[in-house]
């Protein structure tokens, strides 16, 4: 199970301990735990050959400890393989046992705007994956949607130039395009604490695939550590 364990900074009370899990695996809480903060991000979508990828949506959670089982398991969910028609492969969901799950990036939550829409703003510690961006049927290239939490959108090439759109990033960044020319000029989707979308091409083989999703568990001993770390977050106590 791929787990980074990285010590906080704190003073007085023992110091949290956060894992970043990109593997599926089962995660065991400390005995000593007072609150556990699950911040969740899904796979991002491919890209295709009309648009780029959907992120990831991220999902953040604040618990009394008390609420958890000593054992959760954790599912990580991968980003959309690479695409070669108009048809994007799904990112798949990352889950907390029961608890939490984030949405992979998923062509259902998608809809075609003039360009990638922007994904800013939580809502209730919920954040939706930046939109991919959308050619439709024409020539003009798009860029993808940001995100605050989840990740960013892919970069969208005009289908008129035989082009694949970058994939949706997921917690790790989307793929761009590949085997034709990177259009730099077309940003992907960025993200301010998750992956970015893919880069778009032109006369590519194939759309970028979609960034891996993660699952990052920070554990307290105090609770105003904990309360200060909380951000937007709610607080679930049972």
Request: charged fraction near 10%.
């Amino acid at each position: 199970m791929g787990i980074s364990i990285i010590p906080l900074p704190t003073s007085g009370a023992a110091a949290p301990t956060q894992q970043l899990i990109t593997n599926s695996g089962t995660w065991t809480k400390p005995a000593d735990a007072v609150a556990v903060l699950v911040e969740c991000w899904g796979g991002g979508q491919s890209g295709t050959t009309i648009r780029g990828g959907k992120g990831g949506n991220c999902r953040r959670s604040l618990f009394v400890a008390s609420a958890i089982m000593t054992s959760v398991t954790v599912t990580v969910g991968a980003g959309g393989a690479a695409s070669t028609t108009s048809t994007g492969n799904d990112g798949s969901d990352t889950t907390f046992g029961n608890y939490l799950t984030a949405r992979g990036g998923k062509s259902t939550d998608m809809v075609p705007p003039a360009t990638g829409d922007d994904y800013l703003w939580p809502r209730d510690g919920d954040y939706e994956g930046g939109e991919g961006g959308y050619a439709g049927s024409g020539n003009t290239n798009q860029p993808g949607g940001r995100s605050t939490w989840g990740g960013g959108g892919g970069a969208s090439v005009g289908s008129g130039t035989s082009g694949k759109g970058g994939g949706g990033g997921g917690y790790f960044n989307g793929s761009d395009a590949s085997g034709g020319t990177i259009i730099s000029s077309i940003p992907p989707g960025q993200s301010a604490y998750a992956g970015s979308g893919g880069y778009c091409a032109s006369s590519a083989t194939a759309s970028g695939a979609g960034g891996n999703g993660a699952c990052r568990v920070t554990v307290f001993y105090d609770w105003a550590q904990a309360l200060a770390a909380k951000g937007d977050a709610p607080l679930i106590a049972a």
